[in-house]
């Protein structure tokens, strides 16, 4: 594809529901990352994942959130029990073989009522 | 522990002057060094990187950013600043832990560009 797609822009549900984001990297890409972008912060990094496995897990706040890249492409990071504090922008990226930069997908706003 | 620095919140510059966004970090070994904008309801969208050789990088938009080493700064400038330029700011820098790009953030500066 010609960018990194993060579906869905928005999300707004409920204290304690269940949520998945997703995200769809740029076709070709075996690195993939998930970033948190809290209001008025830089991302900070949650997962990487190299083809399906989840090389790097030490950004995830708890044991509520999780991420699977089952094919080596697309990716989805679930948040179980959700909180207020939860509420952020979801942000996914990807990389090529190699390569020194990522590519950012537009985001997930997720907020948390 | 690694980390980055944007000292600035907000940066304010009038069209057509020169701009200067600052970033400092902290790593230990050679950096990996980035910069990226973004804009309102947008994600991030890489402007440049360095990560060795010549010490002034240029990337995109007409953008570019020195680094020096002695001062582990790693600035980035414009020599004439548009309002179309007004967007917020992050530095980067890469863990050197993995050798892949997890990325350690700067909290972001606001450039506003004044017509």
């Known amino acids: 594809g010609a960018g990194v797609s993060q579906t869905p822009s928005n999300k707004v549900t409920e204290k304690g529901k269940y949520v998945e984001l997703r995200c769809d990297p740029i076709s070709g890409h075996t690195a993939l990352y998930w970033y948190r972008q809290s209001l008025g912060q830089g991302p900070e990094f949650l997962i990487y994942f190299q083809g399906t496995g989840a090389a790097d897990d030490s950004g995830l706040p708890n044991d509520r959130f999780f991420a699977v890249r089952p094919e080596g492409s697309v990716s989805t990071l679930k948040i179980q029990r959700t909180e207020r504090g939860d509420s952020a922008v979801y942000l996914c990226a990807s990389s090529s073989q190699g390569a020194s930069e990522a590519f950012f997908g537009q985001g997930t706003r997720l907020t948390v009522v | 522990a690694q980390s980055v620095a944007q000292p600035e919140d907000q940066v304010n510059v009038a069209e057509g002057n020169p701009l200067t966004v600052k970033c400092t970090y902290s790593v230990s070994g050679n950096p990996y060094l980035f910069w990226y904008v973004q804009y309102p309801n947008r994600g991030l969208q890489f402007l440049l990187k360095y990560i060795t050789g010549d010490n002034l990088v240029k990337g995109s938009y007409g953008f570019e950013a020195e680094f020096n080493k002695s001062q582990t700064s790693f600035h980035l400038k414009k020599p004439s600043a548009l309002v179309s330029d007004s967007a917020l700011y992050f530095c980067?820098?890469?863990?050197?832990?993995?050798?892949?790009?997890?990325?350690?953030f700067g909290a972001g500066t606001r450039l506003a560009v004044h017509p």
């Open positions: 980067a820098v890469r863990d050197v832990s993995g050798g892949y790009n997890k990325l350690i």
